[in-house]
């Protein structure tokens, strides 16, 4: 069980504490012993962290290249591009459980802002501690050395150690998307859980909110009164650990991987307002522990985009860590566009597909792309798009490299010479990568030595005047690339002057403007040749480059290119008449400016030319397609135009001088049945509001109502006083979307609208509108609605004073209660009456067990309950309660079918204090004594009894039923007894 739970145990960073906790055997070995295995062509290489094992947590590239990693232990990390790392900060953290620095994030202008995203837990001196979301300035004039000016944007108390702040996103716009964990026990069901599925709890949730750290206007519960809530923060809700998420490049939906429980792991694309039902459900199974839990009655599932199973077998795993959709072109065509994700425990990595709906069109491979890969926490792009992780077991990032897509490097050496000492100086900085690979540099000086180095210097002997230089540089892939150089020691280098526009950027077409004038010491002024190269990068991966025109003139100019993702250099060059060359380049970049597609609802919406993402920097001036997919994501609204105008899904555009923002619109199905509809359109009025997201369900607001939508209802509406209960009541978010318009009763004197979560409202001018719900629902149902003897709810869904229990009363002086123990029973009438006159569920009685029943012989009815009660009720006694040993001894007579009858008399107290007893219709009792138990009287005897004086007389109380005796009858009393003679019908009373 320990192995268990710690395996499906949310975050993976437990090692330090869970050592000591001796639950370290649930963790696999740090270094295993078998190789990875990939399929063919791919390579793992890895790169150190500034980590400890088992302590790495998270990482994230910087504008540069270098990366920031983090530690469980509070270690903040710089890794430089060429692999040096630098711990930059050390914060103060709690580390046990699931808990320390967890997550970080660059923000989206790090470039100019140099603020960075950390989520940490913060030791309080003990228990409880704080979660915290908190931006932060990196300090360093160029690399970073450390951190300043923590500005808190999330905090609130933590309760158990484990499901935590795990993962941050910055979106494009400024926004953050942050996942929060239950912060719930995994050890056993845990209530705190239940937080999940509540709007205006933190933990289980999705956030997105500003960079400020308040909800985002357009999230679905947003209140503009009170944007710092909780319920403005929330995006969707019921989840349980939401460990690491992405932005689908398209629709700019996220991608979560879900931590289990018991049994499954999850993939879930999270679309707005939705609840993912933990912990009332596990995938697409209800949770053990939880589902029976009276808060997941009737909360809804929504289905994984993926679920697997814990195991070992090779397609399932133990703790899902969400991963990236890959959108480099290094890899072959088929995993172009997949999501990739992996398994910590399980050591291994997936790949999936899905549609613009966010539907599954290729499930992970069996087995799995990677295995034996080490544990992965996070998943990052490099620069060229590969696919990058965290592994927390040896504290490396590994790069999942595909050889055959590797791009050879490009050398490029530059000189200069002392003639006087016979020393050059080599320079190989300008070499490029453009895979973004660390180098490796090799000279051959051509007198038979060599060097290593981005730069080096050598003095060649006296003797020869010119030789020829190799410089060779090398990836990590052993892909090479070479040039030569003609060095002539005792010469003069030439030397070269630029003439440039300066720091500026160009639109497509624009003209740049160069010229360069050269001379040498020895050949005075020299002709100049020029060439030039676009170098294209799509997508954020593998550059290349397009040759351009050359001349050998003193002025250049060319246009910019239309090339998307694309900068142009230009490269003057003199050659003295020693052979030795100078060079300078001019890199001319573009002037690019923010393309957005957004859409009323969400949608796929791509930017083919940037590599299909929704919004990208674009050249100003560039002409570019921009697609719409043909349906939404809720696959059922069709597109219905662009917002400015066009109308089919592909359009072309040039890029204009200023950020663009264009607006998909999609007719959704509230809209469809709203203008087909002249009498819908009567009823409800003018929309009043945008289309919003709710849990599960989407809706618009109108003048007189509301229309809500969900795939498994289509599009019901709701208005009036049963619109103001619901939303009063919960809305989606308790009685789910409504599965019916508001429709007339059947005896017309009603309207209600019936939901899918087991629930209606009900509406009389009498009642006003009333909820039910759940198994009161189904019992009224069952009678026959309104139309039963209980008639309409008076009341709404109501807690009992014990706090166990639920009922509605009803207008014919009935009700239905409910308890976990009894189901949800009907009481009626004078019977009812009499139970609320004992105090209702807190009465000696309890629960009711069964509903208003009719006794066998048709003339009763009758209730039991909980606590060995029954209230029974005929004509001429009306409703009378027994009650424990005198109901149970009635009951082995045969219950009103016996010799006496129905109870005339509730359960009584007799004078003294010492018994209790009930009356018949036939003439008899049952008493109840300590002494005695429950014994039954009768007739004569009992009526002797009653004229001597009951319990007071010298008789005391009766210690036997009555038993025949030879001729008559006999009942045993305390201190004598009475018998009946049948042939005279004499009574006698005696004395022991």
Known sequence: MVMRQVGRSAAVFVCTLLMAAGFLVALPAPLASSLPALPAGFVLRDQASGQAAYDLTDFAYLPDGSMLTTGKSGRLAWVAADGRTRTIATLPVRTDGDLGLLSVEPAHDYATSRQIYLARSVPSGGAPFTLRLARWTVTGATEPTGIAQEQVLLEFAGDVPTHALTGIVADDDGTLWVTNGDNASPAFADRLALRSLDINAIQGKLLHITSTGLGVPGNPYYDPANPASVRSKVYASGLRSPFRLTLDPGSGLPIVGEVGWNDWEEVDIVLPGRSYAWPCWEANIPTPGYSTMPECAGVPNTPPLWAYQHGSASNQGNSVTGGIVYSGTSYPAQYRGAYFFGDYVGKKIWTLRYDAQGKLTQAPQNPPLGIDIGGPVKFAAAPNGDIVYADIYSATLRRLTYTQGNTAPVAKAATSTNPATRTVTFDASESVDFDGDQLTYQWSFGDGTSGTGVRATHTYAAGADQFTAVLTVTDPLGATGSTQITVAPSNNSPALQLTTPGNVTFAVGESIGLGATATDAEDGVLPVSWTSRTVHCPDDATCHAHPGVSASTETFSAGFTDHTDSRMEFTATATDSAGVATSATYVARPREHRLTLVSNIPATLQIPAEGGVSSSMVTEGATLDVVAAPVAADGASPFAGWA?????????????????????????????????????????????????????????????????????????????????????????????????????????????????????????????????????????????????????????????????????????????????????????????????????????????????????????????????????????????????????????????????????????????????????????????????????????????????????????????????????????????????????????????
């Not at 198994?775 to 069952?782: G, H, K, P, Y």
């Not at 005339?904 to 219709?921: A, K, L, M, Q």
């Not at 005279?984 to 009373?989: A, C, I, K, L, W």
Request: proline fraction near 5%; hydrophobic fraction near 35%; glycine fraction near 12%.
């Open 644 to 992: 400015d105008g066009p109308a089919a899904t592909t359009r072309t555009l040039t890029m204009g001088a200023a950020d663009t923002t264009l607006t998909a619109n999609y007719t959704t199905p509230i809209e469809q049945r709203y203008n087909a509809e002249p009498a819908l359109r009567q009823l409800l009025g003018a929309p009043t509001g945008p289309e919003t997201a709710d849990i599960g369900a989407r809706y618009r607001a109108y003048e007189r109502g509301r229309l809500y939508w969900s795939p498994q209802t289509g599009v019901r509406e709701v208005h009036g006083a049963i619109l103001d209960k619901y939303l009063q009541l919960g809305g989606p978010g308790r009685w789910g979307v409504p599965v019916t318009d508001q429709t007339a009763t059947a005896d017309g004197a009603g309207q209600f609208n019936h939901f899918t979560q087991r629930a209606s409202i009900y509406w009389t001018a009498a009642t006003g509108a009333r909820g039910i719900c759940c198994q009161i629902r189904e019992t009224w149902a069952a009678l026959g609605w309104e139309r039963s003897y209980l008639g309409y709810p008076a009341t709404d869904e109501t807690a009992t004073a014990d706090g166990i229990g639920r009922f509605n009363h009803f207008t014919n002086r009935g009700s239905i209660f409910w308890s976990p123990a009894t189901g949800a029973q009907a009481v009626c009438c004078q019977i009812r009456e009499l139970w609320s006159a004992l105090g209702w569920e807190r009465s000696y009685l309890g629960y009711p067990v069964t509903g208003e029943l009719v006794a066998p012989d048709g003339v009763g009815h009758f209730n039991h309950f909980a606590n060995r009660g029954s209230i029974y009720w005929t004509p001429w006694a009306g409703a009378v309660a027994t009650c424990c040993q005198i109901r149970e001894k009635w009951a082995s007579m045969g219950w009103e079918r016996s010799y006496l009858g129905y109870p005339v008399t509730s359960e009584r107290v007799t004078p003294d204090g010492i018994g209790h007893y009930n009356h018949f219709t036939n003439r008899g009792s049952i008493y109840w004594t300590p002494f005695a138990g429950a014994v039954a009287t009768c007739c004569q005897i009992r009526e002797r009894w009653a004229a001597l004086g009951w319990e007071r007389s010298y008789l005391g109380y009766p210690v036997s039923d009555e038993f025949a005796i030879p001729g008559g009858k006999r009942t045993n009393y305390q201190y004598g007894y009475i018998t009946w003679t049948a042939a005279t019908g004499r009574v006698t009373d005696r004395r022991y």
